[in-house]
Structure formats: structure tokens, C-alpha cells
């Protein structure tokens, strides 16, 4: 008797156990599978933009038969980024010759220029823009001269080595030339180019063409082709020669319509 309750007691406990595990395994079925880190391709976040410049000065001296001194001044700033851009320069050049054997000294070059630029991107080429830009030029008897004016314009190439934009749009323009002061709307064509020609050296040009609307045989044109090298590793330190020409078809009494300036200067970047 004793042996028969031992051996049924061992069945009880045999299938009790039996049932624990049972339902143990059940439950570890059922149970959802612990999460696994996600797996992203997403790609790094991207630099905070921020303003990008640069400031050279350029001088050039001669003596013999001419003195003459030329002295140039450029600055300009950018910010970029993928929903707008700004952009602002400004240049000045002062020069002065004079003749063996004459006492009085000519004025070569006086002149003070800025402008400033805002694009809005609509698109990753193509943009609405704002520019405003005044002139100053003894020389050439322009006391001032003040373009306001805005577009569209459109990246047609756009990549890190180059880019290639049209802007087209309306403007107005306030001067004085001489003892004559003018003011009129402008249509303007502008053109942008910039080629990297390798990691420490580039390539930069520029025109636009400004006629007025009521009599286009009235216009300006301007232009600038330049090219730049590093100088220093850390590309702080630049060499940079670069043409600019600015040509007026309705210039002041006795001045000419073109005037043309080559510069050689040396650039800090910042």
C-alpha cells in the first residue's frame, strides 16, 4: 500500500511539473521577440552655415620717365544655405601719375563701389533675388550712381566644382554724371561663372547689362574675369589677378565710354 501511494504521489508531481513547463513554453512563444537596434542609412547632419569672406589689397608703383601709383582694395562676404543666400562686396582703387619734368600730379583713379545681393531659393536652382548697388568715380565725373533692381534667376549647371546662373529682371537707377542728374528704369541681364580648376586654384567671371527701358541705346555693361591660387596650406593666403571693365554708352561731358582696370593683389580668406 505504502509502495502503491509512494508511485501515484510521483505520477501527480511527474505531471504537474509536466504542466508548469508546458505553459511555460507557451507563454515564451507567445511572448514578442526584444527589439533590435534599427538599422539607418540616414546621412550626417549638415554643417551650420555660416558667413564666408575674403579682403585683398593690390599695389602697383613705377618711376623713370612716369610716376604713377595704383592702389586697390577689394572685401566680400557670402552665406549659404538650402533655403537662401547672401552675398556683399566692395572695392576701392586710388591712383595718381605724373611726367618727368611736370610739377602737377593727375588723378588716375578714384573710385568706391558696393553691392549687395539676396536669393531666395525656391528650388535647388532656381530663385527670386533683391540686389541694390552704388558707384562712385571721380575719373570718370560719376558723383553717384544707385541701382535698385530684382528677379529671377536659375543655376543651369550647379555642382561643388562649378556653377553657371542667369538673372533677369527689373530696376531703377538714380545718378548724377557731371552736373547732370538722372533717374529711370532698367531691365538687367546678369551672368555668373565659377570653375575650380583644382583644389588650391579657380576661376571666376561676370557681365551684366543694364540698358533703360525708355531708350535702350542707353545702357551700362559690366564685367570681371579673374583667377585665384593658394598660397599657404591652409588656404588663409591667396594670390589673385583678376579685369574688370565697365562701360557707359552715354558717358559724362569729355569722358570716355570705357574704363578698364587690371589688378594683381593678395587675398586673406576668413
Do not use: C
Amino acid at each position: 500500500m505504502k509502495t502503491g501511494k509512494l508511485f501515484r504521489r510521483f505520477i501527480l508531481n511527474l505531471v504537474g511539473l509536466a504542466g508548469v513547463f508546458s505553459l511555460h513554453a507557451q507563454n515564451q512563444a507567445s511572448a514578442p521577440a526584444p527589439a533590435t537596434p534599427a538599422l539607418t542609412n540616414a546621412p550626417p547632419p549638415k554643417p551650420k552655415a555660416v558667413w564666408k569672406g575674403s579682403a585683398a589689397v593690390g599695389a602697383t608703383v613705377t618711376g623713370g620717365n612716369s610716376q604713377t601709383t595704383l592702389a586697390t582694395a577689394t572685401a566680400d562676404v557670402d552665406r549659404k544655405t538650402d533655403a537662401n543666400e547672401w552675398s556683399a562686396g566692395a572695392d576701392a582703387a586710388y591712383g595718381q601719375s605724373k611726367t618727368s619734368g611736370q610739377t602737377e600730379t593727375t588723378t588716375t583713379a578714384n573710385l568706391v563701389h558696393g553691392f549687395t545681393q539676396y536669393n531666395l531659393l525656391f528650388t535647388d536652382r532656381f530663385y527670386g533675388y533683391a540686389r541694390v548697388e552704388a558707384r562712385h568715380d571721380d575719373v570718370a565725373a560719376i558723383r553717384y550712381r544707385v541701382s535698385l533692381g530684382g528677379g529671377a534667376g536659375y543655376y543651369f549647371i550647379k555642382n561643388t566644382n562649378t556653377d553657371l546662373s542667369l538673372e533677369v529682371g527689373p530696376g531703377y537707377v538714380w545718378q548724377k554724371q557731371g552736373a547732370d542728374t538722372s533717374d529711370f528704369a532698367t531691365l538687367r541681364v546678369g551672368e555668373k561663372f565659377h570653375q575650380a580648376l583644382s583644389d588650391r586654384a579657380r576661376l571666376w567671371e561676370s557681365a551684366e547689362w543694364l540698358p533703360q527701358v525708355d531708350k535702350f541705346d542707353n545702357y551700362y555693361v559690366n564685367g570681371e574675369l579673374g583667377i585665384e591660387a593658394d598660397m599657404s596650406k591652409d588656404k588663409k593666403l591667396s594670390l589673385r589677378s583678376y579685369v574688370t571693365d565697365s562701360f557707359n554708352k552715354e558717358p559724362a561731358a569729355g569722358k570716355k565710354r570705357n574704363d578698364v582696370t587690371w589688378v594683381t593683389a593678395i587675398a586673406y580668406k576668413f
